[in-house]
């Protein structure tokens, strides 16, 4: 039978991009219908504006420090609608990329929501196109618990266009973006709460990290709300917002900023007409090649509830596009020891196993730790402390774990990250000399075990 396309990929997010312009310059004919922005969630409304909202934060550490060291600069105020403009004019020029990618390797780029209408049937603005293969990467959406005064609260899309900073600012979840958030929000100047339900935020990172970053936000004077629920939120006459915990405690803020997590995005996709099956969580469930339970139809990224993290969705649609139409370059994507960033302030980095998890997986372990006062403010009374942790295997002497707080920690850890994949001992750590003076090399200088 023919197809109008040998591949129809439905959202043109990280995943759906990557398998896309790699198919068609395998040679397959192929198609990718997006309803919103080009380059999904990463590009518009995470990972970039985050990123560059980070920037403009740390602002307020680097001048206090600059002076420091000698330089008279007062930072007099800071315009919320400056960088929200300059933050859209760089992602509507990083969307008119994506489409010149798209475009140059000869993919049919559709502008509109595309729904299932079978295993081989697309449609999207009233048409229909048939394909061999389908490949769903629709991503994920904002997820806010039903709450009375949901109606008020800002979710992890809407926060990119706020039109105004908020003063005071509530950011309600425990994990990478509401710590990131509650990072930007208190380095730009909003008077920042941040609530989670349990006792510490970051649920599943290494507990020394946890605690570690606690500490540096307590010493910048963040409000942290641990074992904290929010019962309801009532806007007041003045527009500010009466917050009511479920201990009875409230605090009245001009913006409550929801960070609780994100789920697939399936609305109006069509899987009624089709055989695909979601898991327990609600995700699409897909085997080790990314198939459905209709063969037909493949999904990567967010959708499939994996990691959620954009290096992983374009490695997925790295994978298909190779197996579909480049078989012999086909490498099954490696999910073993994916490093990954918190760009809180200061920044969390992290790869391979937390202390926890090793011992829980029955390693005896080694831990080395240290924590020291960055080179950079000892001209300063700033008191930051960097964090720096590594977990070994006592028997094989392998690195298992390395953990960062602090300035960098991202960047530096992409480099550990490839120690650990091709299998660094502790040995190799201690023989590798150090850069100095950086903080990474206490890295390669660690010699007494803490535990
Ligand atoms: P996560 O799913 O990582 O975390 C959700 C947080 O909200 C958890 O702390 C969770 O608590 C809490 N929560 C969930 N439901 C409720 C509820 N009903 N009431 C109160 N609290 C609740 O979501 P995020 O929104 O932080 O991020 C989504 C994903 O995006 C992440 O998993 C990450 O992979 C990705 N991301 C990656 C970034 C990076 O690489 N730097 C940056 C931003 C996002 P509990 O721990 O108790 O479950």
Known sequence: ????????????????????????????????????????????????????MVYAAHFHDDFQLSRSFGWDVEAKSFDWSTLIRNKNTEIERLNAIYEKLLLNSGVTLLNGHAKLIDAHTV???????????????????????DIPGREHVTDSNQV???????KRVLVVGGCYIAVEFAS?????????????????????????VREHLQQELLKKDMTLRFNCDVQNIDKQADKSLLITFKDGQTTEVDCVFYATGRRPMLDNLGLENVNVKLDKQGHIAVNELYQTSESSILAIGDVTGGMQLTPVALAEGMAVARRL??????????YNLIPTAVFS????ATVGLSEEQARADGFA?????????????????????????????????????CHMVGPAAGELMQGIA????????????????GIHPTAAEEFVTMRTPSA
């Open 123 to 145: 449609a999207v603005n009233g048409q229909q196109y048939s394909a061999e293969h389908i490949l769903i990467a629709v991503g994920g959406w904002p997820q806010v618990p």
């Open 325 to 334: 139409f480049r078989k012999e370059e086909y490498r099954p994507v490696d």
């Open 418 to 433: 490839v120690a650990l994949k091709a299998g660094a001992t502790k040995q190799v750590f201690d023989d590798t000399i």
């Open 345 to 348: 302030l200061p920044n969390i």
């Open 1 to 52: 039978m023919s197809y109008d396309f040998d591949l129809f990929v439905i959202g043109a997010g990280s995943g759906g991009v990557r398998a896309a312009r790699f198919a068609a310059s395998f040679g397959a004919r192929v198609a990718v219908a997006e309803s919103r922005y080009l380059g999904g969630t990463c590009v518009n409304v995470g990972c970039v504006p985050k990123k560059l």
């Open 365 to 401: 372990v080694q831990v080395f730790k240290s924590t020291f006062r960055p080179m950079k403010l000892s001209l300063s009374e700033q008191q930051e402390r960097i964090f720096m942790k590594l977990i070994v295997d006592e028997k094989t002497d392998r690195v298992l774990g």
């Open 160 to 166: 990119f266009f706020l039109p105004e900073q908020p």
């Open 184 to 208: 930007v929000f208190h380095g730009l100047g909003s008077e920042t709460q941040l609530a989670y339900r349990g006792d510490l935020f970051l649920r599943g990172f290494d507990q020394d």
